[in-house]
Nanobody, 123 residues
Framework: QVQLVESGGGLVQAGGSLRLSCASS????????MGWFRQAPGKEREFVAA????????YYADSVKGRFTCSRDNTKNTVYLQMNSLKPEDTAVYYC????????????????WGQGTQVTVSS
C-alpha cells in the first residue's frame, strides 16, 4: 500500500513559480514510477509529467515542457514538481500518482493517488 500526500499549492500571479511536493509513506517508493496530473473545473484529468522509479528519465506534456521540472528524492520518499512561468491556464487541482510499471501518461496505469493540491494562477 502506498499513501501519497501533496503539498505546496497556492495562489500565484502569472509568471510566478510554485514547487509541489508529494510525500509517500510506503517503503517501496523507489520501485514506483511517479506521475503528476491536473484537473481543472469541468475538465478531465490530464497528464502533466512523469518520472521513472530511479529518477533517471522524465516525460512532460507539451503544454508544460520547458516550464515544469519533475524530480524525486528516493531517500526522502518524495517527488517534486517545480513549476515556473506559470500561466492562468495552469490553474487546476494537481495530483501525484504512483505506477508499478514504467512511467506513463495514462491515468489507468497509476494505482495510487494523492488527494490533490490546488494551484491557482491569477492574470
Amino acid at each position: 500500500q502506498v499513501q501519497l500526500v501533496e503539498s505546496g499549492g497556492g495562489l500565484v500571479q502569472a509568471g510566478g513559480s510554485l514547487r509541489l511536493s508529494c510525500a509517500s509513506s510506503g517503503r517501496t517508493f523507489s520501485s514506483y514510477a511517479m506521475g503528476w496530473f491536473r484537473q481543472a473545473p469541468g475538465k478531465e484529468r490530464e497528464f502533466v509529467a512523469a518520472i521513472s522509479s530511479s529518477g533517471g528519465s522524465t516525460y512532460y506534456a507539451d503544454s508544460v515542457k520547458g516550464r515544469f521540472t519533475c524530480s524525486r528524492d528516493n531517500t526522502k520518499n518524495t517527488v517534486y514538481l517545480q513549476m515556473n512561468s506559470l500561466k492562468p491556464e495552469d490553474t487546476a487541482v494537481y495530483y501525484c500518482a504512483a505506477a508499478p510499471g514504467p512511467m506513463s501518461d495514462y491515468v489507468d496505469e497509476y494505482d495510487y493517488w494523492g488527494q490533490g493540491t490546488q494551484v491557482t494562477v491569477s492574470s
